[in-house]
């Protein structure tokens, strides 16, 4: 597992084009075990078919990324998935927060790593973004799955960088905990969190994020017991085929982070089943206004 290793801060997947995941999934020998996609996400789509939207990091467009505000908003809202990350504080609190450092969206300075969940909870992480959200903290992870379970959204949740199977457990326990595992989805790019997720939690569903398809990307998927493939519109565009192969395997195919009527068009137009987006407003206007009775209520059941 020493060639899976990341380095804190840095996705393994960032430095691992899609042609060698291929050759890694193979060392890493079989895994077995998986969620079935359709136990997610309902049906997998065809294409033309209407996607199901997802709020990357809530609803940013409205409030603060990744805090309760944008969170109430996106859980309020029509889109059936609301999406985040999780880092772990110094002592081993999950928390809600993208940035490798905290200087862009609060008043700290260093990184996630470098603070107890204590003093996390003492920044503002909402003044950069208007007066009127001054004092808006980082949420933890048992925050936000707390407000999942009193709504009937579902959650795709990042799990930023590495993690090794007993920080995976801290997660999974919470998930239980809100009773809230058919609705929660863990997704990471980092290949040694999703091997330790296969070994530690199988029956967890989980999404390998990755930059590129290969041409036929069914193989790395299954050794991997993922449900779906989240990917750039570059990816679907130029590797078209893998998203028919992906779906011949009943495996979703799902794109981020996509904020132009010409992407959402675009990936529509090849099948996916979801759309992350930061404008997730803009987009339920858009697919009601293209495709009219396909509201929330007329969309394939999750």
């Known amino acids: 597992m020493k060639a899976l290793s990341s380095i804190r801060g840095t996705s393994l997947m960032f430095a691992i084009p899609a042609t060698s995941l291929v050759v890694l999934v193979l060392v890493l020998g079989p895994l077995t075990e ?10 997998l789509r065809a294409p033309g078919d209407v996607a199901f939207v997802a709020g990357h990091r809530g609803d940013g467009s409205a409030a603060p990324e990744n805090t309760m505000p944008a ?19 110094s002592d081993g609190v999950p928390v809600l927060f993208h940035d490798v450092t905290l200087d862009r969206t609060t008043d ?4 996630v790593a470098d603070h107890t969940a204590a003093e996390l909870a003492k920044l503002d992480a909402g003044a950069w973004y208007g007066r009127s959200y001054v004092g808006t903290r980082i949420p933890t992870l048992d925050d936000f799955l707390s407000l999942v379970a009193e709504s009937d ?23 239980d905990r809100h009773d809230v595992r058919s609705r929660v989805v863990l997704q990471s790019f980092s290949l040694e969190t999703l091997a330790n997720l296969q070994r530690a939690a199988p029956r967890y569903p989980r999404i ?39 779906h011949e395997a009943g495996i979703g195919v799902i794109c981020y982070t996509l904020n132009s009527r010409d992407s959402w068009s675009e990936v529509r137009a090849h099948g996916v089943d979801g759309i992350i987006t930061d404008t997730p407003g803009d987009l339920e206007s858009w697919l009601a206004d293209s495709d009219p009775g396909t509201g929330p209520s007329d969309r394939p059941a999750t």
């Open 108 to 111: 700290g300075h260093g990184t």
């Open 71 to 89: 969170f109430d908003l996106a859980l309020d809202g029509p889109m059936e998935f609301v999406e985040t990350d999780v880092q772990l504080s």
């Open 34 to 43: 998986r969620v079935e996609a359709v136990d997610v996400f309902g049906t």
């Open 153 to 175: 959204k579902k959650a795709l949740v990042e799990l930023k960088f590495a993690w090794t199977a007993d920080q995976l457990r801290t997660v999974t326990a919470l998930i």
């Open 208 to 246: 390998m994020l990755v930059r590129e398809l290969p041409g036929n990307p069914v193989p790395m998927a299954r050794q991997f017991g993922v449900i779906a493939l989240a990917t750039t519109v570059t990816a679907v565009q130029n590797s078209p085929a893998a998203v028919r192969l992906l």
